[in-house]
């Protein structure tokens, strides 16, 4: 079972706890393991996601659960998280309609970063056991080494001035000319 059938199947098993509630899941949601839309700076701290269908080309819900998450325990409270938004609409954000659902699931905290109450616990511990653990690891972007530039240091021999170009023209045309000396510079 790969990551995406896991989130899915996991949707299915929280089915009930929502029906007890007097609600139904939507049939049209897709669940994927990514990176939330949030932002660059806040890819580990936003570790849900679920888009209104209206943004969707097919009138579907998408949730997304983060890469940063790999304990099927956080990802349950997560995914019951997002599937409140899908149940009452994300329009609602974290207020009204959200707030009393989410409480009623076992949900609790701030809402904007429910955890799993005691009630929602004893509710997804057999779930996971029948299961199993998430399969997937936390992508750790700490060892991902970033680009550097790719723009190359061309400087003048004689008075230092610097001007940076690529690979690409540096190879097609040459360093260019020092404007002060006239002479061809060297690229570093």
Same mark, same amino acid.
């Given at each position: 079972?790969n ?8 949707a &299915?098993?929280?089915a ?6 007097g609600y139904?899941l939507? &049939? ?5 393991c990514?990176?939330p839309?949030s932002?660059?700076?806040s ?5 849900g996601?679920?888009? &209104?269908?209206s ?6 819900h998408e949730i997304i659960?983060?890469?940063?998450l790999?304990?099927?325990?956080d990802?349950?409270q ?5 599937l409140?938004h899908?149940? $009452?609409g994300v ?7 959200f707030r009393k659902?989410?409480?009623?699931i ?5 809402m904007?970063?429910?955890?799993a109450?005691e ?6 511990e057999p $779930? ?6 998430y399969p997937?690891?936390?992508?750790n972007?700490?060892r991902?080494?970033k680009?550097?530039t790719?723009?190359?240091k061309?400087v003048c ?5 610097? $001007?940076?170009?690529?690979r690409?023209?540096?190879d ?13 510079m060297t690229?570093?």
């Amino acid at each position: 079972m790969n990551r995406e059938e896991y989130i899915t199947k996991l949707a &299915d098993k929280l089915a009930p706890l929502f029906e007890s509630n007097g609600y139904a899941l939507p &049939d049209n949601i897709r669940f994927t393991c990514g990176w939330p839309s949030s932002g660059a700076g806040s890819r580990l701290r936003t570790i849900g996601q679920c888009f &209104d269908p209206s943004a969707s080309n097919d009138n579907h819900h998408e949730i997304i659960i983060s890469m940063a998450l790999d304990k099927a325990a956080d990802v349950a409270q997560v995914l019951a998280h997002e599937l409140v938004h899908a149940i $009452v609409g994300v329009k609602h954000g974290h207020k009204g309609p959200f707030r009393k659902l989410a409480l009623a699931i076992g949900l609790q905290g701030k809402m904007t970063a429910t955890t799993a109450g005691e009630s929602f616990t004893r509710f997804i511990e057999p $779930v996971i056991a029948e299961m199993g653990e998430y399969p997937h690891k936390t992508l750790n972007l700490s060892r991902v080494k970033k680009q550097g530039t790719r723009m190359k240091k061309v400087v003048c021999t004689e008075c230092g001035y610097t $001007v940076r170009m690529t690979r690409k023209w540096l190879d097609a045309v040459g360093a260019p000319d020092c404007p002060i000396h006239e002479m061809q510079m060297t690229c570093d």
